[in-house]
């Protein structure tokens, strides 16, 4: 018989490597296992508007094979709809055994996880938010620097978003703006200078987990606008990355393609169990520890399965919005390559002390027929009207707290695990103020936004799933104590964003990666001892 892992990781995204590390510093023993779907084509090469315009064969990556893109057009983001990102998502519900109503449910059975497509966003909690946490937040500090100067990120500085969002001692210089923001950031300096930006509104430069310096082998943000397409020097973070470095330990197994269906327990040892590709083939794997990073509903699928929990529980998701902003000193421009993330980033304190986030992005790179959409025109009238006014706009979206979710999953007698969403009647009107300040503080910057641009998005479209096995002092069956550890299940661990107490308006990452690290870190002291 094989000897036993010390610990087990379920999941390779941003949690699982985070946690791996420290792990496997200590000497630990260490397997980890993920779903193993892989890209089947590679980065462009070229910048966006050399291969749009030059490539013969640029409509497989923007149209994809079997019409992908327009197969997808109902899809609730429109990364779902790029065809080299289709091995991120693909099979996700249907091999995790999730159902939902209403919401969106999306996650990875990629190697990296959802980092091979999210935004990049970064920032870092404050005291008031950790306030939540059953522990100190200095506790996260320390992981909180050791992952933002791994991964490397960008964007800190001297603005007014600096104590908001953090990370100005861990982060490389700013990436460069593009003409349209440039402009917007310079405005809203000189209109706040004079007093004239309302309080409640701050911008400032986004924190990206985006290379500005060159970091081993990853290359610097050269500004081709391919964010959205795959960035063929690795400047945007992603956990895929950083496989090979785990695999230069001796002590690390890395298994890709086994999907858990199941924790079973026997002789003081947890087992992972996979139905593989059929449900006559399986496979399993022992381990001390298991620690789950399998993304927020694939874990609480697997936790609440593995304690017979069928109780509801609460799943946090930020309610969303996006609209155009037009910058009519710029009509008639060209397209301006540049970032393809988040540029710039402001938060608007609304009512009730609730905060939103949100930040701006260029129109170059991203498909105009998912622009079209944000307009209350018949398709091809908003593509007309797109042609001439889009280089002169630029995409603006907004996040508000967790905590506003109404959001529950179950876990079924089938083994399923059913998400149901009940609106909250708060966020519309809080989604209205929001549009309100920001469309009053824009246009004090030359800014406005387009008429019957602004929609919420879709419950799940965030992809911000937190919450549903959530850290506490004293847990209850279904939640975790404040090492991640959960209650009536001694040996594992919840480590991704689902044991959040709290989801916070920005960015959650890092503060997800960070607290695997704080967990793991537990562990090998629990283990010297």
């Not at 996880?113 to 008031?128: I, R």
Request: proline letters at 5%; a positive charge.
């Amino acid at each position: 018989m094989t000897e036993p892992f010390d610990v087990i990781i379920v999941g390779s995204g941003p949690a699982g490597v985070s946690a791996a590390f420290p792990l496997l510093e200590a000497g630990l023993k260490v397997l980890m296992v993920d779903g193993g779907k892989q890209p089947s084509t590679q980065s462009p090469a070229k910048d966006f508007l050399s291969w749009r315009e030059q490539d013969s064969d640029q409509f497989k990556r923007m149209v994809g094979k079997g019409f992908y893109a327009l197969k997808h057009s109902q899809d609730v983001t429109p990364k779902m709809r790029i065809p080299s990102l289709s091995y991120v998502f693909k099979d996700y519900e249907n091999l995790n055994q999730i159902e939902s109503n209403e919401f969106s449910a999306i996650g990875s059975l990629s190697t990296g996880g959802l980092s091979n497509a999210w935004g990049c966003g970064v920032s870092e909690y404050s005291e008031s938010e950790l306030s939540a946490f059953p522990f100190a937040a200095s506790e996260l500090t320390p992981s909180y620097r050791s992952i933002a100067k791994r991964i490397g990120i960008s964007g800190g500085g001297d603005d007014a978003l600096q104590a908001y969002l953090g990370l100005n001692d861990c982060s490389q210089p700013p990436i460069g703006l593009d003409t349209l923001n440039e402009y917007l950031y310079r405005r809203f300096q000189q209109a706040n200078s004079k007093k004239r930006i309302d309080p409640k509104f701050l911008l400032g430069r986004s924190r990206v987990a985006i290379l500005s310096q060159n970091k081993h082998d990853r290359l610097a943000c050269n500004l081709c606008s391919n964010c959205l397409w795959g960035c063929s020097r690795k400047s945007l973070y992603s956990a895929a990355d950083e496989i090979s470095n785990l695999k230069r330990f001796v002590n690390f197994t890395f298994v890709p393609g086994f999907i858990v269906t199941s924790l079973l327990q026997k002789n003081g040892l947890w087992n992972i169990v996979s139905s593989g590709s059929s449900d006559t083939v399986s496979s399993t794997y022992s381990g001390k520890k298991v620690l789950l990073a399998a993304g927020t509903i694939a874990t609480t699928r697997l936790a609440l399965s593995a304690v017979g929990h069928f109780q509801k529980v609460n799943i946090l998701s930020c309610p969303t919005a996006a609209f155009l902003l037009w910058l009519p000193k710029f009509l008639g421009k060209g397209c301006d390559l540049g970032l393809g993330t988040a540029q710039l980033s402001y938060q608007v304190e609304l009512k009730g002390g609730i905060s939103g986030f949100g930040s701006t992005f260029s129109t170059t790179g991203i498909p105009r027929s998912e622009l079209s959409k944000r307009l209350p025109l018949k398709t091809p009238n908003s593509f007309n009207l797109l042609k001439n006014l889009l280089p002169s706009c630029v995409i603006g979206n907004l996040f508000l707290p967790g905590q506003l979710s109404k959001t529950t999953a179950e876990l079924l007698s089938n083994g399923k695990l059913h998400i149901d969403y009940v609106s909250n009647d708060l966020t519309p009107s809080l989604m209205s103020q929001a549009q309100k300040i920001l469309g009053t503080n824009f246009r004090k910057m030359g800014a406005f936004i387009l008429p019957g641009s602004f929609s919420m998005g879709s419950p799940g479209s965030d992809i911000h799933y937190s919450g549903s096995l959530p850290m506490k002092l004293n847990p209850r069956n279904g939640e975790c104590h404040a090492n991640g550890e959960l209650a009536s299940l001694k040996g594992v661990y919840a480590i991704d964003a689902s044991c959040l107490p709290y989801l916070s308006e920005k960015p959650h990452t890092l503060t997800v990666m960070a607290n695997a690290d704080r967990i793991a870190r537990i562990i090998v002291k629990m283990h010297a001892s």
